[in-house]
């Protein structure tokens, strides 16, 4: 997303809807993983642990949200809903479903976190460390997915495809709606 100078407040406060807006679909995600999967499992236990991360993150955007005066996502009903049946439908696929759902948006995270800090430079240093250290955390999850079976799960390669084309179109709309 690259935006002219004057503009550049705009461009700002899209980053920080994108973000606030891909933090609570994560939070959803993850909370439909553990309806379906309960506190059983040791699986469960790894979401929980990466849900707990997801949430601070989500915690961090919801205020700069407020403090920036940044016009959330209009599309935040969509995404609980769709963000809770992603979850749970990978969920009820097995441990291994559910975990290639985090591998695949934490991927796409990656990605976009990375063109983020590109993009952002040292223009906003409280968003810059921010997403630095986000992205260091979401690809903690990618990796503990991968390490969990992710690559095991039944059709891993279009699983993760339809997956990761969701998320890239979820950032794409949520920049602008």
């Known amino acids: 997303m690259s935006w002219k100078p004057g503009d550049r407040r705009e461009g700002m406060h899209a980053m920080i809807r994108v973000d606030q807006a891909g933090e609570y679909g994560a939070t959803r995600i993850y909370a439909g993983q553990l309806a379906v999967m309960g506190d059983r499992t040791p699986a469960a236990r790894t979401i929980n642990g990466m849900a707990n991360q997801e949430e601070r993150h989500r915690a961090f955007f919801d205020g700069m949200i407020a403090r920036r005066g940044v016009r959330p996502t209009a599309l935040q009903p969509f995404w609980d ?5 992603l979850g749970a439908a990978t ?4 441990p291994a479903a559910a975990m290639a759902c985090t591998a695949a ?3 796409e ?8 800090l590109a ?3 040292e223009s906003d240093t409280e968003l810059s460390h921010a997403v630095a250290e986000f992205r260091e955390e979401e690809l903690e999850h990618r990796d503990t997915a ?7 799960a039944v059709g891993y390669p279009l699983l993760s495809g339809l997956i990761r084309l969701g998320c890239r179109a979820a950032i794409a709309i949520s920049k602008r709606i």
């Open 81 to 85: 809903v769709a963000g809770f049946a």
């Open 91 to 94: 969920a009820a696929i097995g």
């Open 105 to 107: 948006v934490e991927t």
């Open 109 to 116: 995270i990656d990605l976009h976190y990375q063109r983020q």
């Open 119 to 121: 993009e952002l430079g």
């Open 146 to 152: 991968l390490a969990h079976g992710a690559e095991s």
